[in-house]
């Protein structure tokens, strides 16, 4: 099995007439709006674990933090928007101090948060944040910024929740899965930002596309038949 040269990322797609960056963190960048988007962070999950007496390591908030701090280093967007479950649960808000720390490196930069399944059951950020709190779906220019995948009837859908993997097959009976984003007509699934999230397998579909993440390369799979 053989990968891509890091030279191939970031890929670019054009989705509803834009060019958009398909970034190998995990993320997506729209240059010309200077926009970053990003879904399932699922801050505090870790430590929403070792909460219920499950022994999970630590530090995988400062580590999807810190990786945050590289991408607005890099892209200096001008908005970020968190396609949902931004905080993993209630017990997960005892990593809001180290949050609030980040969030005060980068007070300049507008955040919004699209409401997923589990930002319902942590509660919405406080408002020392500064981040805006929307339902979905959060329309910005000719998209419709969502948690759960879903149609739109005038908008372009951007989404997260499923947390998409793909399965990449070696000549032998080897297999690897890699997070993927995974796009139809009409919408697209990023997938999750955060550590220790899992995934899941997306099926193939008529008209859907795979782009596999792994290492610093993303790269678009041939179409596969439904």
Excluded at 23 to 35: F, G, K, N, Q, T
Excluded at 51 to 65: D, K
Excluded at 123 to 137: R, S, Y
Excluded at 211 to 222: E, I, K, M
């Amino acid at each position: 099995m053989t990968f891509p040269d890091s030279s191939a990322s970031p890929l670019p797609v054009h989705w509803a007439g834009e060019l958009l960056h398909l970034l190998p963190e995990r993320a997506l960048w729209w240059p010309d709006a200077r926009v970053l988007f990003v879904a399932d962070l699922h801050l505090g999950k870790a430590a929403t674990y070792r909460a219920l007496g499950q022994p999970v390591p630590g530090g995988t908030t400062r580590e999807n933090l810190a990786r945050l701090d590289v991408l607005i280093e890099r892209h200096a967007p001008q908005r970020i928007v968190f396609l949902g479950d931004f905080l993993h649960a209630a017990q997960a808000r005892t990593v809001l101090a180290t949050v609030e720390a980040w969030r005060t490196r980068h007070a300049g930069v507008p955040m919004t948060l699209v409401r997923g399944n589990h930002d319902s059951r942590a509660g919405d950020p406080p408002d020392t944040l500064g981040i805006a709190v929307v339902d979905e779906p959060f329309l910005l220019g000719p998209f419709a910024c969502c948690h759960h995948p879903q149609t739109h009837a005038t908008h372009f859908v951007l989404a997260g929740h499923l947390h998409p993997v793909c399965r990449l097959h070696g000549p032998g009976r080897d297999s690897v899965r890699l997070p993927c984003f995974v796009s139809d007509a009409q919408q697209a699934v990023l997938p999750a930002f955060g550590e220790f999230t899992g995934g899941w397998l997306m099926e193939s579909a008529p008209g859907r596309r795979f782009h596999a993440v792994g290492g610093d390369a993303v790269w678009a799979l041939p179409p596969q038949e439904g």
